[in-house]
């Protein structure tokens, strides 16, 4: 089955209970306490090949969160949720309040879109609505970075279009380390641009993909992942994306990946046959990514014959605009909606 974007929704909820902050300190529209906000943010494709951990694009496949304010009980709740409220109100040095979430998802979970990023960001920015905006867009792109463990699809999902981060810490996050120093650069992507998306049934958690991962490389495969990673940002930099063939070849980590990903390469290899730019593992997979300038719907049929396991295809393009905090509909009263 081919979506021109991601129609299959889940819709989930999380409470989490902690302190109330004092009313001071709630935000008000209209001279009237704010309660509850809702979030929407993309899904992202990351690494694209050879960009391991600090590419990016934001894709027109989006996460809804709304929080809202309110006593909850304890019995619901997440860890990813609860880690990231306590991570925000830790930056901002406030009482925490309590609240309950909900989401709406049409972002695959487990596949390599960045869905972890949409539920975290989705927190991250609905607690500070709901407190005020006391943190900017580039504190809270780095505090979901720092939950994620890695900034490749915080990044487009915060900032949207195409991005690229550059974190000095970047090899000592294993030990705790904090994204204090990642900065990052954003290009829009044209919408003549299609990112096809083929999603196997199969989940990989990224933990596990990041296990097989090898310590060394060479020198040769080295610098053959630096001159593709380089090709591929300055061709969307310059928008000539014509130059993106031949360009998405990885050393890093697809090669390793693909144990877990057999069909991968055949599916990359039918991509590019029926006429992509190219195509690559979209993060840590399953989900394995195109781009074209042409005949998406020739490419994605392509793809799902190779891969010959169960999968859905989705044709999109780039989100230029990030995660974003939904426009109140109507006057508050009490609790908005």
């Known amino acids: 089955m081919t979506q021109r974007m991601g129609c299959r929704e889940t819709r989930r909820c ?20 704010m309660q509850q906000v809702t979030v929407r943010v993309p899904a992202s494709t990351s690494n694209l090949g050879p960009g391991y951990d600090c590419l990016g694009v934001a894709l027109r496949l989006h996460n809804s969160t709304t929080v809202i304010r309110g006593k909850m009980s304890r019995s619901s709740h997440s860890q990813i949720v ?14 925490a309040f309590s609240f309950s ?15 972890s990023a949409t539920v975290r960001l989705g927190i991250l920015l609905g607690l500070n609505r709901l407190s005020n905006d006391p943190l900017d867009r580039l504190i809270l792109f780095r505090l979901c970075a720092e939950l994620e463990g890695h900034p490749d699809n915080a990044a487009p999902a915060s900032f949207g279009g195409f991005t690229v981060v550059q974190n000095s810490g970047s090899a000592l996050l294993g030990r705790g380390k904090r ?24 989940k990989i958690e990224t933990a596990r993909a990041r ?18 990673a380089c090709a591929v940002t300055a061709a969307f930099a310059s928008r000539d994306y014509e130059k993106m063939r031949g360009t998405f ?26 006429g ?10 399953s989900a394995i990514a195109a781009v074209t300038l ?33 426009p109140i509909r109507r006057r508050l009263s009490g609790i908005d909606h």
Do not use: W
Request: charged share 20%; net charge positive; with cysteine.
């Open 14 to 33: 999380y409470t989490a209970a902690i302190t109330f902050a004092p009313s001071s300190q709630r935000p008000r529209v209209g001279g009237v306490t």
């Open 82 to 95: 609860s880690d990231a409220a306590e991570r925000f109100f830790k930056q901002i040095r406030r009482r």
């Open 101 to 115: 979430c909900s989401m709406v998802e049409r972002v695959p979970r487990c596949r390599g879109l960045g869905s």
């Open 179 to 202: 994204h204090a120093c990642a900065t990052v650069q954003r290009f829009e992507v044209a919408p003549r641009l299609y990112f096809v998306l083929l999603v196997p049934e199969l």
């Open 211 to 228: 296990k097989i991962l090898p310590s060394k490389i060479s020198r040769v495969a080295a610098v053959e992942n630096c001159a593709n």
């Open 249 to 274: 070849p990885d050393n890093l980590h697809q090669p390793f990946r693909a144990k877990l990903i057999q069909f991968l390469p055949r599916v990359i290899a039918a991509a590019e046959r029926a």
């Open 276 to 285: 992509a730019l190219g195509a690559f593992l979209s993060g840590s997979g």
């Open 294 to 326: 042409e005949a998406p719907e020739k490419i994605a049929a392509a793809m799902a014959r190779a891969a010959a396991v169960p999968a859905h295809t989705i044709i999109t393009h780039a989100d230029n605009r990030g995660a974003q905090v939904l």
